[in-house]
């Protein structure tokens, strides 16, 4: 199936830190999408992002969709304890067109 | 409240047995999907479904079955066949061009 490459597959950081992860793929899609998945619970969408070149913000977290419709970043800023866990990029298109990234398992150092 | 709702939370299977996990979702959603996770990885595609009467093999497909008899509903059997069937399973819906759901998860273990 296809790949996303998402980096990197972990991030040790101090609380009050900056955080940044991307996914790279060989394929074009339509619609990235942004998940966070806490021990033991489904993911939750945190952005979707359907424009190539869109910018878009949700409190301190920033997401981009890359002009080329091959990447996507996702920015996470003045990190807190609750923003650990597991974040997933996705790559969407057709109904069988879903790919997800391998995760960023985030820790946050108090 | 609309949304996506997987049952049990748990589920244990002794060896040979089939168990069948539930998933169900009132957002009139299209395209159904189920995922397994093992500790530490990401998400592996088993089934999709796009409509009713339809669903096509993902990535790892073998050991499991799946059925869509009805929109809301596209529940996942586990099978005998399945040698490694410890995991979290993931259901998601979505409509295309849209962004995906997904439920709170099946934890499954063999005992």
């Known amino acids: 199936g296809q790949q996303l490459n998402q980096s990197p597959q972990s991030m040790f950081i101090q609380e009050g830190e900056d955080v940044s992860m991307n996914c790279t793929s060989s394929s074009i899609f339509n619609t990235w999408l942004w998940y966070k998945q806490d021990p033991g619970e489904g993911p939750v969408l945190l952005i979707a992002l359907y424009k190539a070149g869109e910018l878009t913000s949700n409190g301190r977290l920033t997401a981009q969709f890359g002009i080329t419709r091959k990447d996507s970043f996702l920015n996470i800023s003045a990190s807190i304890p609750s923003d650990v866990g597991i974040y997933f990029c996705?790559?969407?298109?057709?109904?069988?067109?879903?790919?997800f990234g391998s995760g960023t398992q985030l820790t946050v150092l108090p | 409240d609309g949304g996506i709702t997987q049952s049990p939370k748990y589920l244990f299977r002794k060896e040979g047995q089939n168990v069948t996990l539930s998933c169900e979702q009132n957002l009139n959603h299209d395209a159904m999907y189920w995922y397994r996770q093992d500790p530490g990885q990401g998400l592996r595609l088993i089934y999709y479904s796009q409509i009713v009467n339809d669903f096509q093999k993902g990535d790892i497909a073998e050991g499991y079955s799946v059925s869509r008899e009805k929109k809301e509903s596209f529940p996942l059997t586990v099978t005998s066949a399945q040698k490694n069937p410890t995991a979290f399973y993931l259901c998601?819906?979505?409509?295309?061009?849209?962004?995906?759901?997904f439920g709170q998860g099946t934890r499954l273990t063999v005992v």
């Open positions: 996705a790559g969407a298109g057709s109904a069988r067109q879903l790919t």
């Open positions: 998601a819906s979505r409509t295309q061009g849209t962004e995906a759901f």
